[in-house]
DNA sequence: GCTATGACCAGCA
DNA sequence: GTGCTGGCCATAG
C-alpha cells in the first residue's frame, strides 16, 4: 500500500509485473489475483499491450499464461524476442514454452 | 451509455 | 487427450 492512486487497473498491472525478480516468472492470472481481479487476466494481457509505453519498463517477457506459453511473444519486437530475454534470465524456453516452469515461477505476496 | 476488444481461464463435447 | 465455447473484468471508440 502507501501507493498513490495509479492511473488505474493498468498501472497496478505493471507495478505487479516489475515485481517480478530477474530469472523469474509469472502468470496473467496470478497478476489479475494480485491486484484484486482474479478473473481480469484477459485485461491483464491487454494492459501489457500498452507496456511499451509504461515507464519504468515492464518485464513483460516475464509474463506468461498458466501453461507457461509464451502466448504474448507476438506483440514483441519481434516474436523470438521474448525467447531471448528469458534465456538471458537463465531461463529454458522450448518451442514457445518455459521448461521447468513451476521452478521459475514468482509467487506474489500479499 | 453501449458495443467491441483483449498477450486469459475453466468447463464441456 | 484435444478442441472449442462461454465468462470474466476493464478500457477504448
Redesign the pocket.
Given at each position: 500500500m502507501a501507493k498513490k492512486d495509479n492511473?488505474?487497473?493498468?498501472e497496478k498491472v505493471y507495478d505487479a509485473a516489475r515485481e517480478i525478480p530477474y530469472g523469474k516468472v509469472s502468470?496473467?492470472?496470478?497478476i489479475?489475483a494480485k491486484i484484486?481481479?482474479?478473473?481480469?487476466?484477459?485485461?491483464?494481457?491487454?494492459?501489457?499491450?500498452?507496456?511499451?509505453a509504461a515507464f519504468p519498463p515492464?518485464p513483460?517477457?516475464r509474463?506468461?499464461?498458466?501453461?507457461g506459453?509464451?502466448?504474448?511473444?507476438?506483440?514483441?519486437e519481434y516474436p523470438e524476442k521474448?525467447e531471448e530475454l528469458l534465456e538471458e534470465e537463465g531461463i529454458m524456453v522450448r518451442n514457445n514454452k518455459i521448461i521447468d516452469f513451476k521452478e521459475v515461477l514468482y509467487v506474489f505476496n500479499d
Open positions: 492511473t488505474g487497473f493498468f502468470t496473467y492470472g496470478a489479475a484484486g481481479s482474479p478473473k481480469a487476466a484477459r485485461m491483464v494481457g491487454w494492459a501489457m499491450n500498452g507496456s511499451h515492464v513483460a517477457h509474463v506468461v499464461n498458466r501453461n506459453l509464451l502466448t504474448g511473444k507476438n506483440h514483441f521474448m
